[in-house]
């Protein structure tokens, strides 16, 4: 198994993550625990500022909230000068308390809500990623109202399917996201969106997938995208001055997995761009890009404490955590892959190959089909590296589990980002009828 970020095993023989022992994490605030490497993340926001040389002003570098946001993960993506993008007034709502530059913030959304829209109009965000006619519309109605120009990108469609799962593809045609450009929808949003009052044409946005290691899918969408540029500043005279190509940059989850270093995206990327400026005879766009998975994932693990153990001889061995679906889904979703480790025995070698389940009341509640791990005894922790993205953003409280804590480690020091839920969060909202007598 791969150590990511500040990972190491110490001369105890157990796992140190940013200068702190699991275990003792596990007992200091209990499991599951989502641990959070700040080296790891401020190093992946640093790699993709400098090979974007997103100072130069050429390019942003806009970390896809998506991913993981809370109000302390907005303080270090500000202060690593990189943008942010937001999807629902929630993301939003948790930048702004944070304190996030709004100018820096892109809102993106299939399905803005009136009152998400007044809450970005309201805030002076940067950025409106504009998805569909009526939000153009609707957009362009409240901005005039308030005496306000939305600056807006418009999200397109390229019509490139990168090789990834189908429910994280999303630069084909056929998608709930943005204007198609087969058909000429794109070219006509454009069109509208430098005829409404209030709306200012900033740029073009698409993104096509997650979870790529490929170079060429970005090769292709920045030629489709350049193209389109072309034909809307031929069709109406605006000019395209900001290039968005999304983000979807693959990180190590298992064995065969082989991201590409992030250079190598950024300059496939920016000469690309170069190349198509030069070629259709456009102005250079200034460049964003949105990685998110690829800045927090390999920074985040959970830890379990290993319960129940049950064999089936010649079958299987079935490994239960106090955790699973619920605070990650993305195994049972879209059959993601992870790797294990005991923090417990780190520098003892792996014996034997298990199934790790969680506690959750369905089959399907299966974390790691096959973990090649020391031997398992009830009590030990188990870490689950790379689940820093999607994790706790998509937890639930299926079968009434209250969402695990979480700490951000560095330098041996742990501090708590998001407070662990307990039983009375989970009836905070329940409202009883006064009809419904109390049971005797």
């Not at 926001?45 to 806009?62: D, L």
């Not at 480690?409 to 006064?434: H, Q, T």
């Amino acid at each position: 198994m791969h150590l990511q970020g500040t990972m190491a095993i110490n001369e105890h023989g157990r796992l140190v993550i940013g200068g702190c022992e699991v275990v003792q994490l596990a007992r200091d605030f209990g499991t599951p625990l989502y641990i959070f490497d700040e080296d790891c993340i401020r190093d992946n926001c640093r790699q993709f500022y400098r090979a974007f040389n997103a100072g130069s002003g050429q390019a942003e570098v806009i970390y896809a909230g998506k991913a993981f946001l809370t109000t302390a993960m907005c303080r270090i993506i500000a202060s690593e000068g990189l943008g942010l993008d937001v999807v629902s007034g929630g993301e939003l709502y948790t930048a702004l308390a944070a304190g996030f530059p709004v100018e820096r913030i892109y809102f993106h959304g299939n399905n803005k809500s009136y009152a998400e829209l007044c809450q970005g109009l309201e805030a002076g965000i940067g950025r409106f990623m504009v998805d569909n006619f009526t939000e153009l519309e609707l957009l362009s109605r409240l901005a005039v109202e308030r005496g306000q120009v939305a600056k807006v990108i418009l999200r397109v469609t390229p019509g490139i399917e990168a090789h990834t799962h189908d429910y994280i593809r999303t630069g084909q045609v056929d998608s709930k996201f943005g204007f198609t450009l087969p058909g000429g929808q794109a070219l006509a949003a454009a069109r509208r969106a430098g005829e409404l009052p209030g709306i200012e044409f900033m740029g073009l946005h698409c993104h096509i997938g997650s979870q790529i290691f490929e170079l060429e899918p970005y090769n292709e969408a920045v030629a489709v995208m350049m193209e389109l540029a072309a034909a809307v500043k031929e069709a109406t005279g605006l000019v395209t001055a900001e290039l968005d190509l999304g983000g979807g940059f693959g990180i190590y989850y298992t064995t065969g997995d082989e991201p590409r270093p992030i250079r190598a995206y950024a300059e496939t990327i920016l000469a690309r761009v170069r190349e198509e400026a030069r070629r259709l005879n456009l102005p250079q766009p200034r460049v964003l890009v949105e990685p998110g998975r690829s800045i927090v994932g390999p920074a985040g693990s959970t830890a379990y404490t290993v319960g129940t153990i049950k064999e089936i001889p010649g079958v299987r061995k079935y490994v239960a955590v106090d955790g699973g679906m619920a605070d990650n889904i993305r195994p049972a979703l879209y059959g993601a892959k992870y790797e294990a480790i005991l923090a417990n025995k780190a520098g003892m070698p792996a014996t034997e190959k298990v199934t790790v389940t969680g506690k959750c009341c369905e089959s399907g509640d299966m974390l790691i089909w096959e973990a090649e791990l020391p031997p398992v005894e009830r009590g030990d922790i188990l870490l689950m590296p790379c689940t820093g993205a999607y994790g706790y953003t998509m937890a639930s409280n299926y079968n009434r589990l209250g969402r695990p804590a979480a700490v951000l480690v560095r330098d041996g020091v742990a501090d708590l980002i998001i407070k662990r839920e307990d039983y009375s969060d989970l009836i905070r909202n329940d409202v009883i009828p006064a009809r419904l007598a109390c049971p005797r």
